[in-house]
């Protein structure tokens, strides 16, 4: 089978796609047809997964056309955002090569720009409703994203809740005991995307919060945000280090106590309803158990499954994690972790895959 990525740019999914595939079945053949060069998470490596790449530019319609052409693909799995290159597939292929269309976020549950370095495109409700009732399969980060996709369009084609799932093969193969003790308080670990625009990932208050409530917090950014280095200044317990390789990043995580996946909610809280991060799945990879701010979605990952806390209240912080039984959390954690990984859930997507081409 012969599966064509498209992407305006390549991201971490489609890469943990990738090395599932690969791995599984190392028979199949893929491509990547993307617009511009900023391979923003992608972290330089990854490329050799790929049989070609395909850049399409400013105006992507004739060299889609010739990347199909020349690849030949069973079937497209297009990522947003945005959704326009899924429209364009579609435009162009419909009846003959099927698409999937993978939702990462939902463009009508943000009130903030999507920050990937390309223009906004025009009318990108109208794309979202054509994108979703147009393809051949839908997959999403959630059933949660599931469930807002169906409450605002006609979905009829096969549909797939995949989260963004660790790559079992950068855990770390064996995790410290269950029943350390890393100090009191608790120490808290946030590793990924900062940023100062008011937005989700803006946490500069959360921080401070956390920080003045009594805890140690550790920040690993994705990218370096000088700000949040002027931030940790003057506030002690916030140590901001330098941003990490994967490899790096995920051999220091088991020595914290809680990974934190709390984000601010001021502008995006339906969008974030929805998410499963990246950030989640490498924590509890990592043995750590997760706290998280109420997200629907996370919410439901942690308290209902017992991998971690959604706090309802910042109030007495340290006395809400001291009474946890955090030996017996870690052991839940390390009972399902490589559960919880793409090689252990990518014959689901193939499964759909198979489906939709066969």
């Not at 209240?313 to 809400?320: I, K």
């Amino acid at each position: 089978m012969r599966i064509l990525f498209l992407q305006q740019q390549p991201c971490m999914r489609a890469l943990k796609y990738a090395v599932g595939l690969r791995s599984a079945f190392p028979w199949m053949r893929l491509g990547f047809a993307y617009q511009g060069k900023t391979l923003s998470g992608w972290y330089g490596s990854g490329d050799e997964l790929f049989e070609r790449w395909w850049d399409l530019g400013s105006e992507p319609i004739k060299p889609l056309r010739a990347a199909v052409g020349e690849f030949r693909p069973d079937l497209i799995h297009s990522h947003n955002l945005p959704d326009s290159l899924t429209a364009i597939a579609l435009e162009l292929f419909t009846g003959r090569v099927p698409v999937v269309h993978d939702v990462h976020d939902l463009q009508s549950l943000r009130r903030t720009p999507y920050e990937h370095g390309f223009p906004e495109p025009r009318k990108p409700l109208a794309l979202e409703q054509l994108a979703v009732e147009e393809c051949s399969a839908l997959v999403t980060v959630s059933a949660e994203l599931l469930e807002e996709v169906r409450a605002r369009y006609r979905v009829t084609a096969p549909t797939l809740a995949f989260a963004n799932y660790a790559l079992r093969r950068d855990l770390p193969m064996a995790l410290p005991p269950a029943e350390r003790r890393n100090g009191h308080p608790p120490r808290l670990v946030y590793q990924g995307t900062l940023s100062t625009n008011g937005g989700h990932y803006d946490l500069r208050e959360i921080i401070r919060t956390l920080v003045r409530e009594g805890l140690s917090l550790d920040v690993y950014p994705s990218r370096s945000v000088p700000a949040y280095a002027e931030f940790a200044a003057g506030l002690p317990g916030l140590r901001v280090h330098a941003t990490l390789p994967p490899s790096r990043l995920l051999a220091a995580l088991p020595q914290f106590d809680f990974g934190w996946a709390g984000f601010n909610s001021d502008l995006n809280g339906a969008h974030l309803d929805t998410c499963l991060p990246n950030k989640v799945y490498e924590y509890l990879g990592c043995g750590l158990p997760v706290l998280t701010l109420g997200h629907r979605a996370l919410s439901r990952l942690v308290d209902g499954s017992g991998l971690g806390l959604s706090l309802a209240t910042f109030d007495d912080l340290v006395g809400q994690l001291s009474a946890l039984d955090l030996a017996e959390i870690r052991g839940r954690v390390a009972a399902v972790r490589l559960e919880l990984t793409v090689e252990s859930n990518i014959h689901r997507l193939a499964e759909l895959y198979e489906a939709v081409a066969g």
